[in-house]
């Protein structure tokens, strides 16, 4: 599973407004970017992305030595025979501390089973990983070379902190109506590369630990780190959203369950293909990324919001232009409706009310006004030439400038990418670099794909293949 969180925002920003109030703090994790140190040695795809040259080559060159260390082999067995990867291993340094004689142990404000990425971890691999991670930290004197990188975690912060003044994080409570009982926090980490993270866990005392670890940083023509505001300001207020939307959902699911599994039905093969492998977990995402819509049509409301809806749309939530519509409702009446929990049964409504017959018959007929594609790839090719290959894909309309290619669901290895130019506004060629022997996926996201006349290239298409001796 990945939670990789994309919240498409389709229009620059206009200038950012500051709010007075203190933001949520931002800081590195030792033990985050211990595990992702530990699965950037492995090979892990996810955690071999990472956009600070300076900073990846620094680890390459310090770690090289430990790339067959036990603990490193036991995260390529896990990645392999568990799929432990993306969250679960930034949910588990989060689980972690360092008490005071150096040593790392776990973290005992944690309530047990309240982490779904940390328990994607059986208990025994919780345990039986703890004791090499710890041999690891120690021979590589992994705490003194993170001191030393210091001054570019401050950088980094104060570059994300130019981003995050302009977070309005009274805008939470005050809009679903109920204080969150929880303790807020972003975690930074440069070895996530684009990705970014939702993790969080309820502590013993009752309240919750909201810690998103965010990794899509860049590095300007200078070398200096910065974020992008069009990228970041959806991203944590998306995952701030989920700690609200999230338990709603599950408090009201008996309303809306058997509309809301014919919608994803639907949309099945490709929200899977993102991940989002049940009805409940649509309704998330579609509600969470309905609220960061209605959040930026009231901050910003220079921006198209049937833009950002279509972008929605374009990914397979389709309920959420009929979310946004309910949302404005709520909005018009807080003097009825207090809180999001009283107006639940409201949202639950319209959900039941969705004509998805009607939604298939306009959606088919602008399906006819989308790009098709073919690829000099088939799925199942078997002894592709090995190193450098030139996969194209051809579209039948004028196509924006862009590029989206995803990972396979198959678990196959991303295969790494040299290069890619557009030769023209219907021509795409991507350079990988392929080793013999060896098995690759990927995923052409259609869908992400956009027409220069406002529509997509349709269809995603999954690629698995395998390269000659």
Not at 25 to 53: I, Q
Not at 309 to 332: A, P
Request: aromatic share 12%; charged share 20%; proline share 4%.
């Amino acid at each position: 599973m990945k939670k990789t969180l994309t919240v498409l925002l389709c229009a620059l920003l206009p200038v950012l407004t500051s709010f007075a109030q203190n933001p949520v703090p931002v800081h590195f994790n030792e033990c985050v970017d211990l595990m992702a140190t530990v699965w950037r040695l492995s090979g892990s795809d996810e955690y071999n992305m990472c956009k600070v040259p300076q900073y990846a080559h620094e680890v390459d060159s310090v770690f090289a030595a430990y790339k067959e260390h036990p603990v490193v082999q036991l995260a390529r067995q896990y990645q392999s025979e568990s799929g432990i990867s993306y969250d679960a291993v930034a949910s588990y340094g989060l689980h972690l501390t360092i008490d005071n004689d150096g040593t790392i142990v776990f973290n005992d404000s944690f309530l047990d089973g309240s982490d779904d990425s940390f328990d994607r971890w059986s208990e025994q691999q919780k345990k039986e990983f703890l004791e090499p991670l710890n041999d690891f930290y120690r021979i590589s004197r992994f705490h003194d070379w993170y001191l030393q990188q210091d001054l570019l975690y401050e950088e980094a912060e104060e570059a994300f902190q130019a981003i995050n003044q302009h977070v309005d994080y009274d805008w939470f409570n005050s809009y679903f109506g109920q204080g969150s009982g929880s303790t807020f926090r972003i975690v930074l980490s440069l070895l996530v590369g684009p990705n970014n993270y939702g993790c969080n866990a309820r502590l013993k005392d009752g309240s919750n630990a909201l810690s998103p670890v965010i990794g899509c940083c860049q590095v300007d023509d200078n070398g200096n780190i910065h974020y992008n505001a069009n990228n970041v300001l959806p991203i944590v207020i998306h995952e701030f959203c989920h700690h609200y939307c999230n338990p709603l959902n599950d408090q009201f699911w008996s309303l809306m369950k058997q509309p809301a599994e014919k919608v994803f039905k639907e949309r099945e093969e490709q929200l899977q293909q993102s991940a989002y492998g049940s009805a409940l977990t649509m309704m998330n995402e579609t509600f969470v990324r309905a609220s960061v819509i209605r959040y930026m049509s009231v901050h910003y409301p220079q921006i198209e919001e049937s833009a950002l809806v279509k972008e929605e749309e374009k990914q397979g939530f389709i309920l959420t232009q009929t979310l946004c519509d309910v949302l404005k409702e709520y909005e018009r009446q807080r003097d009825k409706y207090t809180t999001m929990s009283d107006f639940m049964p409201v949202y639950a409504k319209a959900v039941n009310d969705f004509d998805l017959k009607q939604y298939k018959k306009l959606h088919k007929a602008l399906a006819k006004q989308n790009a098709t594609y073919t690829v000099n790839l088939k799925n199942g090719a078997k002894d592709v030439p090995s190193g450098s290959f030139t996969f194209v894909i051809k579209f039948s309309k004028p196509m924006v400038n862009s590029i989206a290619l995803y990972y396979s669901t198959s678990g196959a290895e991303f295969p790494p990418v040299k290069s890619y130019e557009w030769r023209d506004d219907k021509t795409l060629e991507v350079v990988f670099l392929l080793e013999p022997s060896h098995q690759y996926g990927f995923v052409v996201m259609g869908t992400e794909f956009p027409t220069k006349d406002g529509h997509s290239a349709g269809k995603n298409m999954e690629i698995n293949f395998t390269t000659g001796k």
